[in-house]
């Protein structure tokens, strides 16, 4: 028999209210807390839905993990966390939180999602010298035996990059730019930060000023730096998906945003017609040929669309996998429920993560 979560697990469709979120704006505070420092991606995620002049209190963390446990312990009412981006795919520690979060989050679920533009910006001390595509980096990838038509650059650098020696930014960024890195700064070093934003910091202190860090825009004018080059990623419509978290039976007071509402915006959880997905998170038995396969037939047969799937290490034991699944859908409809019933008997655990609208459409 399969393994559930009895706290929160989807009941029958009559049953599924009591687990969706009713956000109403009322009188008194609502806290955000965020990847920071400010001005990451994240924070422009937060700034474009909770801005605030509208009353909501921001608050940053420096990890991800920190986000998920000012929201499970009622330090926040809702958490803003990165996601995916379109290019580079899932972000590994949200999701390896996400796949933790029955033991160390219990109460931890998603409401709501948010898609924010990436365009990322080099960042340093300008050495006054002009920028020669005849220079040490020409500026024409080159060429390789694995690579033998390397992508060309979306944009050209503003000044000479000869002087960088140290390259700072956040994991995902390097994917997001490696045309624009390959082209005009071969062979630089380096360095991983927690965000886009801490890693301007870093080069901001940098007295040899040989440093340069992938950020946003706005942390030039926060850092004091020079834009050294502009719109640097492969793909001009890069995006990265945000997920906007709540604890379950948690506070709420306080003003909320339009798309995550109910009453106030039309009943906007119940209106029939609109867009919504759903994330749950199952494993299965590794040693069953089939397992997965069975357990992924149940969505074709209720005839829920997949959106998207991952997969991460359980923490269990070695080589033994969680998987992530988003369909549309959502608790309450009875095609989910009934889908999730017959669910239950072919995987060893699931868990119902939340239920959102579906933003996609409107970026």
Not at 172 to 198: I, K, P, V, Y
Not at 269 to 294: C, I, N, Y
Not at 316 to 325: E, G, P, Q, R
């Amino acid at each position: 028999m399969a393994q559930i979560d009895h706290e929160h697990r989807p009941k029958e469709a009559a049953g599924d209210e009591a687990f969706m979120p009713t956000f109403t704006p009322s009188s008194g505070t609502t806290r955000v807390t965020f990847l920071g420092p400010p001005g990451t991606f994240t924070h422009q995620a937060v700034l474009q839905d909770w801005p605030q002049d509208q009353g909501y209190i921001h608050s940053s963390c420096e990890t991800i993990r920190d986000v998920f446990v000012e929201v499970q312990q009622r330090a926040s009412n809702f958490g803003i966390v990165p996601f995916e981006n379109s290019t580079y795919g899932s972000v590994t520690q949200t999701m390896d939180l996400l796949a933790a979060h029955l033991a160390q989050f219990p109460d931890v679920l998603v409401c709501g999602e948010q898609y924010v533009d990436v365009s990322h910006t080099l960042l340093g001390h300008s050495s006054g010298a002009l920028h020669h595509p005849g220079g040490g980096d020409s500026g024409v990838a080159t060429p390789t035996k694995n690579d033998p038509s390397p992508q060309k650059p979306t944009s050209n650098p503003l000044t000479s990059l000869d002087h960088i020696k140290h390259l700072y930014s956040h994991p995902m960024a390097w994917g997001q730019c490696e045309a624009f890195l390959s082209t005009f700064l071969r062979g630089r070093e380096r360095h991983d930060c927690a965000s886009t934003a801490a890693a301007a910091e870093s080069v901001s202190k940098d007295t040899s000023k040989t440093s340069a860090s992938i950020s946003c825009i706005a942390a030039a004018t926060a850092k004091g730096l020079d834009v050294l080059a502009k719109r640097i990623e492969d793909k001009h419509d890069n995006s990265t998906r945000f997920l906007t978290l709540y604890r379950t039976h948690g506070p709420h007071h306080g003003p909320i945003p339009l798309y995550l509402q109910s009453g106030a915006a039309g009943s906007s959880w119940r209106s029939p017609g609109l867009p919504w997905k759903s994330l749950l998170r199952f494993t299965v038995d590794h040693h069953q040929p089939g397992a997965l396969a069975e357990a992924m037939k149940v969505f074709s047969v209720f005839g829920l669309n997949l959106t998207s799937m991952n997969s991460r290490p359980s923490g269990l034991k070695k080589w033994h996998y969680i998987f992530f699944v988003e369909f549309i859908g959502r608790q309450g409809d009875s095609s989910v429920a009934s889908a999730m019933k017959i669910l239950r008997d072919k995987v060893e655990d699931v868990k119902f993560m939340g239920s959102f609208k579906d933003r996609q459409g409107a970026n």
